[in-house]
């Protein structure tokens, strides 16, 4: 069984167009994370949700919004796609606690073209 | 806010020998700090963690690192390298409050 899922792998679509990637981890976490990997491999955290609230949104465009339906799911959709949004997502999720290491996804990677 | 720095952006060994990849981390609270694999077209993968136990951690794949909070550094240590082990790594540190920061990553490169 996968950890933690990420649908689709791989996204290409035109400028201006709307989508979303779809995550979800079946290690019973409370916690879970969206993150923007760039082509010169730097990670960068987006969004954090814990029990389906937002706790740490860092500063991304608006034209991106998380939704989380359930503690196992952690949605991002991307409203008027850019050229400079073409990077490769990351989600994860973690125990929270004293356990903090996150255990991650296999990557969506999105080109805008 | 926490931060890491990680020493060389690529690093090449030969099969066999030493690898050393280099971490430095800034943190207002004693730190968690941790090593993650990335292969090629894949996600994270955790190596090892330090949470104030042990301050030599071992991981997996024969890989670990030694906490020096004197130097500020977790750096990650593989007495002998293999070809599976290119990669790129990355050390991040989280101060307990569930948000992680990530360093650069270094490119592991390991020669026949």
């Known amino acids: 069984d996968t950890a933690v899922s990420q649908t689709p792998k791989y996204l290409v679509t035109q400028m201006g167009n709307d989508k979303s990637i779809k995550c979800e981890q079946n290690?019973?976490?409370?916690?879970m994370y969206w993150y923007k990997q760039d082509s010169k491999k730097f990670l960068k955290i987006m969004f954090s949700?814990?029990?389906?609230?937002?706790?740490i949104n860092e500063t991304v465009p608006n034209r991106f919004s998380p939704k989380s339906p359930d503690k196992a799911h952690l949605n991002l959709h991307i409203n008027s796609l850019e050229l400079g949004d073409s990077a490769v997502y990351f989600c994860?999720?973690?125990?929270?606690?004293?356990?903090?290491?996150?255990?991650f996804g296999p990557g969506t990677r999105l080109t805008v073209t | 806010a926490q931060s890491v720095t990680q020493l060389g952006s690529h690093v090449s060994v030969s099969e066999g020998a030493l690898v050393l990849l280099r971490c430095n981390y800034s943190?207002?609270?004693?730190?968690?700090l941790f090593w993650y694999v990335q292969y090629p077209n894949q996600g994270l993968q955790l190596l090892l963690k330090?949470?104030?136990?042990?301050?030599l951690v071992k991981g997996i794949n024969g890989f670990e690192a030694e906490f020096k909070k004197s130097e500020t550094s977790f750096h990650l240590t593989k007495p002998s390298a293999h070809m599976s082990d290119a990669a790129e790594y990355f050390c991040?540190?989280?101060?307990?409050?569930?948000?992680?920061?990530f360093g650069a990553g270094t490119r592991l490169t390991v020669k026949p």
């Open positions: 994860a999720s973690s125990l929270g606690g004293t356990t903090y290491e996150q255990y």
């Open positions: 290690l019973g976490h409370d916690t």
């Open positions: 949700y814990n029990n389906k609230e937002l706790i």
């Open positions: 943190s207002s609270v004693p730190p968690y």
């Open positions: 330090y949470t104030s136990a042990a301050t």
């Open positions: 991040a540190v989280s101060e307990g409050n569930n948000d992680m920061r």
